[in-house]
C-alpha cells in the first residue's frame, strides 16, 4: 500500500501525472523499499484514467459500503493523526489478508483500502496547510516536492497570515512585525516558490500600509521568473508598490521587452498591465517602439491592450503622441471592436486635456456614432463630440439628429444620459448667423426637457441628481423650460441627499423671476429654518444673491424683502459673509429706497430691542447685523418720527427712540465682539439727542442726556480705540451743551460754567 499512498500524495500536492521516479523518491525518503512489479502495476492501473473521477466515483461508493477489520482500524488511526511513517511489510500483509487480498487497485476490498488511504492522505493534506510542524517530512515533499523538508514545515502562506492577522488577540503590529521577519528570511531563499509567495504576502502587507520599497529587488526577481503563476504575483507587487522613484524600475526595460515578444498573448498582457502602473518617462521612451510593434500582433488580446497603454505613455513622455499617432488612428478602423473601443478611449481621454488637436477625427467619429451598436463606445463618442462642439461650432447642428434617434430607441439609461448631456452642449452652438434656430431644436429640446422630468422623478437618487444636472446645462440655453419643474424641483428640497438639495438649488436660483420670486423665497425659507450647519447657509446665501441680482431686480415687494432680512439675520449661524451680506443690503436699501425708511428705522429699533440679537443662538451672525440697525436708526430717526403714514403717535415713537437709546448704552453693548458696533452706537446717539431736543419736552431731553452721562464712562474705557474717542466726543458735546448735568457729582458740577439760557434745537444745531 505504500505504492498507493506515494500515489496519491503526489497526485493531492499538484502531479497529475505521477513517474515511476516520483513514485520512488517519496518512498525512499521516508526509508521504504520500492517493489517495481508493484509499482508497475499500479500505473498500469492508473494509466489513461482520470484520477479525480476515480476518487469521485470512489467516495461515493464508500457511502454506500461498510467497511470493518483492519481496514476501520486503520482509517480511525487515520483519524487520530497519524504520520505517513513507513509502512512495514507485515502489516500491509495482514490489512490484505483481513480485507480479502487481491491486486485490483480500483475494485473490490482492496478498491475501499485505497478509498479510506484516500481519504487519510487529504487529512494530512489539510493538516499540512494548520498545523504543518505535526506533519512527517516526507509528506511535505509529496505534496510540494520541489520543497525541503525543513522549509515545508515552517512556511506559512498568505492564508495563514490573513488568519492570523483576523485571530491575533493582542497588537497587532507584533504580529506583523513577526511576519515581515518571516518573509525576509523567506526573500533569501534560491527557491522560487518560496520567494514568490513571500512577494505575495508583502504585496498584501502593503496593501495594508506597510512599506514594501525595501524589496523592489526581489520583486524584480519574481517577475523574471518562467512559470506565469510566479510571474503574475511579480508584476502585480510591482505595480502596486512601484514609483517614479522606483530605482530599480531601470531593470525592467530588457525584462519587458522580453515579455513583448513572447508567444504567450497572457504573459504580454501581464507586462503591459504592469508597464501601465509603474510607466516613466524613460520606459516610454524606450518601449514606445515595441509597443508599436504590438499593435499590429494578429491577437485582438495584445492590440488592444498594447492601444490602451498609449495614454499613459503618453502621459510619460508627449513627444511620444506625434510619433505614433497615425498608428492610434489606423486602430479605429479594426474589425475587432474591442480594439476599436480602446482607441476611442484614449483619444477620449487625450480630447479632454486639448480638444482641438482632435477636431479632424470628427468624420471618423461621426460615423462610429451612426453605425456602432456598442452602448459603451457609443458612451465614448459621444463624449468625445462633445468636447469637440466648442473646438467646432459646426458640428453641434450635425448632431442633433444622431443623438435624438440614440436618445428615442436606446433602453440604456447610461448612454440616455450622455446623449442629452451633449444635445445641451450643443444647444449652445446651433444658432445659425442670422439668429435663427434649426427647425428640429424646439423638438429635440422638448425631447431632452422630458427625459430628464423622468429623471428627477425617480426614486433612484442617482438618477434624480443626473436629472438635476442635465436640467442645470439644458437651462444655459433655454431657461424658460425649467419653469415648468418648479414644483418638482422644490421638492427636491426634503430629500435626504445633500448633493441633491443643493443641486436643486442651484437650479431654483436660474428660474427666479419678479412674478415667481415670493413664492419660491417663501419656500426656501421655510427649508432654512428647519435646515442646519453648511445647507443652512448655502439657502442663506442662495436668497440673497437671488434678491439682490441686478439691483434688485426680483423684488417687487421691498416691504415683505425687509421682513426676509431681519428673518435672515435672526438665523443662528456661523457664517460670517452672510451676516455681512444682510448688514450691506439693509444699507444699501435704506440710501436707495427712500419710501421704506420709515418702516425700516421702525423694524431696526425692534431688532435691536430683542434680547435674542445679544444672547440667542444667532448673536454671532446678529451681532454683525447690529451695526446696521445703528447706522440706520442714526441717520434715518428723523424720518421714523415724523412718518405721517404711521399709526402710532408721537409719543409712542418718542418712546421707541429712548429705548434705542437706553438698549445701545446697555453694559452688555461693551462686550460686543464687533468693534464698530460700539463705535457707531455712539454716533447715532449724539442724533438721537438732536431727535429729541426738537421733538420732546424738556424733561424728557434732560433724562435722555443724564442716561448718556451716567453710562458713557464705559464706553470712554473701551479696549478700542474709536469707540473711545467718540464715546469722549459725545460726553463732551452732551457736557458742554448743559445736558445731563445731574449725573455728575457736585464738585464736577461746580467745575463747568454753564448758559442759562435755556437749550433749543436751533442752538444744538448751530453747535454742531
Sequence with gaps: MRHVAAFL????????TPSAADVEKVITSVGGEVDSEQLEALLKEVEGKDIYEVIAAGQAKLATVSVGGGASAGAAAASSGGAAAPVKEEKEEEEEADLGGGMDMFGGSMGLLFLHLMEWIALCK?????CPARLEPAIALAIHPNLTAASAMFEKTLADLVKGIRSCKGDVSVYISQSMQEIKTELKSTDPFIKSQAIRKLTYLNMQGYDMSWAAFHTVEVMSYERFAHKRIGYLAASQSFTQNTDVVLLCTNLFKKEFGSVNEYEVGLALNAMANICTLDLARDLLGDILNLMNSHKPYVRKKATLILYKLFLRYPQGLRLSFDRLKERME???????????????????????????????FFRLLTTSSNNW????????????????????????????????NTPAKSLLYECISTVTTALLYTQKSDGTQPRNVPAIVKLCNDHLRRYIEDPDQNLRYLGLVGLSNLMHSHPHVISDHQHVILECLSVEDTTIRLRALELLVGMVNPDNASGIIEELMRHTVVADGVYRQDLMAKILLVCSVQKYQNVSDFDWYLGILVQLATVPGENAKNAAEITRQLVDLAVRVKGIRAMLVQKMIEFLLDEDAVTGPGAKTTCQVLYAAGWIIGEFILEYVEDEDDDDDDDGRLDDVMNAADHMLLPRTTSLPVAPVQ??????LLKLLMVMVDKADEATVDSLAQMIVERLPAFVQSEHIEV????????????GLGLGLNALSADDRANRVFDSQPLRFETLFETF
Design 9 to 16: 500524495l503526489l497526485v493531492l500536492g499538484g502531479n497529475t
Design 679 to 684: 463705535a457707531v452706537y455712539m454716533q447715532a
Design 334 to 364: 479594426e474589425p475587432d471592436v474591442s480594439v476599436v473601443s480602446c482607441s476611442v478611449n484614449v483619444i477620449c481621454e487625450l480630447a479632454n486635456k486639448k480638444p482641438k488637436n482632435y477636431v479632424g477625427l470628427a468624420p471618423q
Design 724 to 735: 473711545q474717542e467718540r464715546a469722549c466726543g459725545v460726553q463732551e458735546i452732551v457736557l
Design 377 to 408: 463606445m457609443l458612451i465614448k463618442v459621444v463624449k468625445l463630440m462633445s468636447s469637440l462642439v466648442p473646438e467646432e461650432p459646426r458640428l453641434a447642428r450635425k448632431l442633433l439628429d444622431p443623438l435624438a434617434t440614440i436618445i428615442q
Design 126 to 130: 489539510r493538516e499540512l496547510i494548520d
